[in-house]
């Protein structure tokens, strides 16, 4: 039976989200390029994003993380640049788990009451609040000085001698000192702070990406060391989580705290990283601190996805490596209908509910990227798919619906199709839908603002009807296979329901023909569904609008979707 898991996530940067600057100077500093602030998040903000449909926000980047920029005023030092990627940093080396961004903060000073506040508006909104939480790896200059009172901050009672032991949080190269890649250039032709090719670690730590080594590689996640869950890697993956290892409790304490803060959700970094077991342990505690709170696991191995989901305990994981990768080749033209059935038939087969859909977030190329699809209209047939497939989660990523391209290379970004999360910049297309915090579109184009439209009547769509949000599935592809104006190479038809709503939704992914299906619904599936085949029916286009039909004669033009309802005439 289908859960009603139907969250609409809205995912943004508040570094990016509120930057009014558009300057986007290549390795620019704060003051040259900008920073949005949580503050830019304001109500109007809030009120517009709602109207998206959205339930959801994903704040991306939140916690305190290694930077080049320097805040003596609050007593934070610019970190040594060559330990960090991107004037601004990545989000996802974290430096203090119990502390917020500075850059973020109109007075850095008051950061966290400024975070806490942009907690409280959201909610005021009715909206839900999503906040990363990173657990396989922190920043090589990791320490922690917003912790409460009492707190042990990670590494601090660590034996350095042991490469490995149980309750140690890191794991040690004894005798060896760390090595900077050979060839990273920080900030191009200019210098970075304490940027000399050295970064004093002794002894060295294991990397964020499983790199037992002193001497990481460019291509490494060189930037981080990586946390130790009881699991002696370098002895056969051995496991030690009796007694239950430090580390976890610590990862407890931590997330607990930011509960305690109201935060609603985590979306956990690389959580296949770190061992089911943990999260076996983590989650249920903080479900006794707050029991409605979610966790969403960033997940790519599809053997591993019901263990995560039955074990771990996650109430969503991403749905990367089958739906979103199906879609992507659908997009450009490369794949065919056959992967969205694999997908429902055998990939999450008995937890769809569980599985997070979407078409972008900031690991993954923007759809108007020449790298990936260039044309966002390219994203409608597939949107509604990932909307509409499932009772699950669908994430909307911010520029997404208004076709911002990610052109051009910031810096550590080197521009492939990106917007980049390492480098102080802006995101033009979305400026232009902000028109410096009118938050009124007034800068887009019509196309655009037609695109934004069909992101709003989608995800609304997909948020309030209850066939959607709750009904059963029923796949027509080989109903209408042998229908001669039917391609189902291109074309995907399939059927939700609930006791109170019956709903048809026909997707079209040629970028160029235009099909005329007569589209046909056999008796038995009908009756399956709680219709009478001997009635006849009118059906209702809920995304598009316009007048009820009589009939299943339809135009599909090219890149275009349509939810029906079916009711009795």
């Known amino acids: 039976m289908p859960q009603d898991n139907k969250l609409v996530i809205y995912q943004l940067l508040p570094r990016l989200f509120g930057n009014k600057v558009a300057l986007n100077k290549p390795y620019g500093t704060i003051l040259e390029n900008g920073c949005g602030k949580f503050s830019d998040i304001n109500d109007l903000a809030l009120t517009k994003i709602k109207e998206l449909g959205v339930s959801h926000m994903w704040y991306t980047g939140v916690l305190e993380h290694a930077t080049m920029t320097s805040y003596p005023v609050a007593g934070l030092p610019a970190d040594d640049a060559d330990v960090v990627k991107g004037r601004a940093g990545s989000p996802y080396a974290v430096k203090d788990y119990y502390d917020v961004d500075p850059d973020l903060a109109v007075n850095p000073k008051n950061r966290l009451e400024e975070f806490e506040a942009l907690v409280k508006r959201t909610h005021a909104h009715g909206l839900k609040v999503i906040i990363d939480f990173i657990p396989n790896h922190v920043a090589r200059s990791y320490h922690s000085d917003a912790k409460p009172a009492g707190v042990v901050d990670l590494g601090a009672q660590d034996d350095k001698t042991k490469s490995f032991a149980p309750n140690n949080n890191f794991y040690y190269l004894p005798g060896q000192h760390f090595v900077v890649p050979a060839g990273y250039n920080p900030l191009g032709a200019l210098k970075g702070p304490g940027e000399d090719g050295k970064y004093t670690e002794f002894p ?15 291509d490494d996640w060189f930037e981080t060391v990586k946390l130790n869950y009881g699991v002696d890697y370098q002895n056969g993956r051995a496991t030690h989580f009796d007694p239950v290892p430090d580390t976890w409790k610590k ?19 690389v959580a296949e990283m770190v061992p089911v077991e943990f999260w076996a342990y983590v989650i249920p505690e903080v479900k006794k601190v707050k029991p409605g709170i979610i966790f969403i696991g960033e997940a790519y191995n599809p053997k591993e996805y019901n263990t995560y989901l039955t074990k771990g305990h ?145 995800l609304s769509l997909a948020g309030s009807s209850e066939a959607i949000r709750k009904g059963r599935f029923y796949e027509l592809q080989d109903a209408n296979n042998l229908g001669k104006e039917y391609d189902q190479r291109k074309l995907y038809t399939f059927l939700r329901y609930s006791k109170g709503q019956q709903v048809l939704v026909v997707v079209n992914f040629s970028d160029t023909k235009t099909y005329h299906p007569t589209v046909l619904i056999p008796d038995n599936v009908l009756q399956a569904i709680g219709l009478d085949p001997q009635r006849t029916y009118a059906y209702q286009d809920l995304l598009n609008g316009g007048e009820a039909r009589n009939s299943l004669n339809l135009t599909l033009e090219p890149l275009s979707a349509t939810v029906l309802e079916i009711k009795p005439r």
């Open 204 to 218: 060295a730590k294991a990397t964020g990406n499983d790199v037992f080594s002193a001497a990481p590689k460019l």
């Open 314 to 458: 996650f109430d969503f994981l991403y749905d990367k490596v089958g739906l979103y990768d199906g879609l992507r080749r659908l997009m450009r033209q490369e794949g065919t209908t056959d992967d969205i059935t694999h997908v429902w038939k055998e990939e999450s087969n008995g937890f769809s509910s569980h599985m997070l859909r979407f078409l972008e977030n900031h690991d993954e190329q923007r759809i108007a990227s020449k790298e990936f699809a260039t044309n966002p209209r390219r994203a409608i047939p597939a949107m509604t798919l990932a909307a509409t497939l499932a009772s699950g989660p669908v994430m909307l990523y911010m520029g997404q619906e208004v076709g911002e391209p990610a052109a051009g290379a910031a810096g550590f970004n080197t521009g492939d199709g990106r917007t980049t999360i390492f480098d102080y910049w802006s995101v033009p297309e979305h400026q232009k839908w902000m028109n410096h915090g009118k938050f009124d579109g007034g800068k887009l184009s019509p196309e655009q603002k037609q695109l934004r439209d069909f992101y709003a009547r989608l």
């Open 251 to 269: 990862m407890r304490d931590i997330l607990v705290y930011w509960a305690q803060k109201d935060v609603d959700g985590f979306r956990c970094d």
